[in-house]
């Protein structure tokens, strides 16, 4: 009976190292894909976030071009981006009479949190 030579029986992996390299991909994959998850949930806050400092910016500059302002609470919603949102404003005097403290609290519809306050200080239109 012929002996093979020795490189050729030493060609080739054994099971027990395919176990360890398919043991150590399981791991790393399954590390990426809770990375993975983890930016896909960030990204849709940072998105929500993103879109309700833009409508608080929207709603004062509306403010500042109206003729007429009311000092008060106010609340409404806006549709944007297929979610609705809660606009909520605070308009009260300041110590100087020409000018109005807006306060606006932007929340999704049904959110107690607001993702964004803004502030601002708005002229009193000329009469």
Do not use: C
Request: aromatic share 6%; net charge positive; hydrophobic share 45%.
């Amino acid at each position: 009976m012929a002996r093979l030579p020795r490189a050729s029986r030493m060609a080739g992996f054994t099971l027990l190292e395919i176990m360890v390299a398919l043991t150590i991909f399981a791991t790393l994959a399954a590390a990426v894909l809770s990375a993975s998850q983890y930016v896909v949930k960030q990204t849709g806050a940072v998105e929500n976030r993103l879109f309700a400092a833009w409508l608080a910016d929207n709603h004062l500059n509306e403010l500042r071009v109206q003729p007429q302002l009311t000092v008060g609470q106010q609340q409404r919603v806006i549709s944007m981006d297929r979610k609705d949102w809660l606009v909520q404003q605070s308009i009260g005097t300041t110590d100087h009479p020409r000018l109005l403290q807006v306060d606006v609290r932007i929340s999704l519809v049904g959110s107690e949190h607001p993702l964004h306050r803004a502030s601002a200080w708005i002229p009193v239109p000329h009469e």
